[in-house]
């Protein structure tokens, strides 16, 4: 992580309900600028949620959202609009549209928020599709025709379409095989560094967390418990000690240690 300490994101006392079920009950939440960011929680916690909200996407019964100063929670839609040009996010499956190329799918932000010559935003996309390491030939192929690695990387071509410096992952990995993950691993890592981004991210996949993460944020008892890698693994809450000490996390040890 950076030595800079600024905090680009922070959640106070955040609630959430959907009737009478309390999702989250005052989450506090910060994330520093140039870190990568964990988030982790059992199901039904509330991590797209606390992800929808801190985008914008979902307005929360009570409590503040600040991006770079700034409450989301109370801003009008102009106002919205304006900030999402300032952050890429992918979403769990891609969220692709099937129905356009690699190409235009990387090319829908600057459409939204830029005005440029269709040969600039051709040469645009091109450039964000070679640089998460996509083949030039996959600007042309529709999402179908590609591998499930290569389409978690054409989303996140398109993330970054804007030259974002905060990027929101929403499990990234879920789905890909041991070695397709890690190697998207290290691309996050490749233009987490050189591209000097603070990344927020949704994951369930421990080998991500130990690889990646600067901090983590567990979601527990509708609030964040949050600490270095480290200091959460030793973390006394139940739930946090199953989570990194139980059996997967057992395996993984000893996989590395092999």
């Known amino acids: 992580m950076a030595e800079s300490h600024r905090v680009v994101i922070e959640v106070r006392g955040l609630v959430n309900r959907f009737g009478p079920q309390v999702v989250h009950d005052g ?24 992800l929808r909200s801190i985008l914008g996407l979902h307005r929360p019964q009570a409590g503040t959202v600040l991006l770079s100063g700034r409450d989301v929670t109370q801003l009008d839609p102009t106002e919205l609009r304006r900030i999402k040009a300032e952050y890429g996010v992918t979403f769990q499956q891609g969220a692709l549209f099937t129905s356009l190329t690699v190409l235009q799918n990387v090319q829908l932000p600057m459409i939204e928020h830029l005005r440029l010559p269709p040969r ?41 379409a804007l030259d974002p410096r905060l990027l929101f992952l929403d499990e990234p990995t879920s789905g890909l095989d041991p070695i397709s993950a ?77």
Request: with cysteine.
């Open 27 to 50: 989450l506090d939440m910060q994330v520093y600028e140039e870190e990568i960011f964990g988030i982790v929680g059992g199901s039904g916690s509330g991590k797209s949620v606390l």
């Open 120 to 160: 600039t935003m051709d040469e645009l996309a091109m450039l964000k599709i070679r640089l998460v390491g996509l083949p030039a030939d996959a600007a042309r192929k529709y999402p179908a025709q590609l591998s499930g690695g290569m389409v978690k990387r054409a989303a996140l071509a398109r993330a970054l």
């Open 182 to 258: 890690a190697a998207f691993d290290e691309l996050l890592l490749y233009l987490q560094r050189h591209l000097r981004l603070t990344v927020v991210m949704i994951t369930h996949d421990l080998d991500t967390i130990f690889r990646t993460c600067n901090r983590v944020g567990v979601i527990v008892d509708r609030r964040m418990e949050t600490d270095t890698l480290e200091g959460i693994v030793n973390h006394p809450h139940p739930w946090i000690q199953a989570y990194f000490h139980g059996p997967r996390a057992r395996a993984r040890v000893s996989a590395d240690g092999a």
